[in-house]
């Protein structure tokens, strides 16, 4: 709900100012605890999402991607393709240029043919 939402980003203002030299409330330290516990699991989540797949087959569904659109970035390249970032970049370089300035800055396109 909403208001569960409003409470998660309270206590996230709140972790983000006390550094961990800081004494913390035992409270506020077992909220701290619980989220950073929590965080390391969805991370842990998609990471496990992130095997690497067949080149071939992240090929397709990135060719597929760039006839919908010509520029992405990364993230939502990882998004589409559900690759880990340095395999997805190998495969990138190979195949795209990666815009480092421009109205385009930080995105990738194909290679022109």
Same mark, same amino acid.
């Given at each position: 709900?909403?208001? *569960? =939402? *409003?409470?998660?980003?309270?206590?996230?203002?709140?972790?983000?100012? *006390?550094?961990?030299?800081?004494?913390?409330?035992?409270?506020?330290?077992?909220?701290?605890?619980?989220?950073? *516990?929590? #965080?390391?699991? !969805?991370?842990? !989540?998609?990471?496990? !999402?992130?095997?690497?797949?067949? %080149?071939?087959?992240?090929?397709?569904?990135? =060719?597929?991607?760039?006839?919908?659109?010509?520029?992405? &970035?990364?993230?939502?390249?990882?998004?589409?393709? %559900?690759?880990?970032?340095?395999?997805?970049?190998?495969?990138?370089? #190979?195949?795209?240029?990666? &815009?480092?300035?421009?109205?385009?800055?930080?995105?990738?396109?194909?290679?022109? #043919?």
């Amino acid at each position: 709900s909403l208001r *569960h =939402f *409003h409470s998660e980003l309270l206590l996230l203002d709140k972790i983000r100012v *006390h550094s961990s030299s800081e004494k913390v409330h035992p409270l506020l330290s077992s909220h701290i605890r619980i989220y950073q *516990h929590v #965080e390391y699991e !969805k991370r842990k !989540k998609e990471e496990a !999402k992130c095997a690497r797949a067949d %080149k071939q087959k992240v090929l397709e569904v990135l =060719f597929s991607a760039f006839e919908k659109h010509q520029y992405y &970035n990364i993230r939502d390249l990882m998004d589409i393709t %559900k690759q880990p970032l340095i395999y997805l970049k190998e495969i990138l370089w #190979e195949i795209g240029v990666y &815009n480092s300035r421009g109205p385009h800055k930080s995105t990738w396109e194909l290679k022109p #043919e």
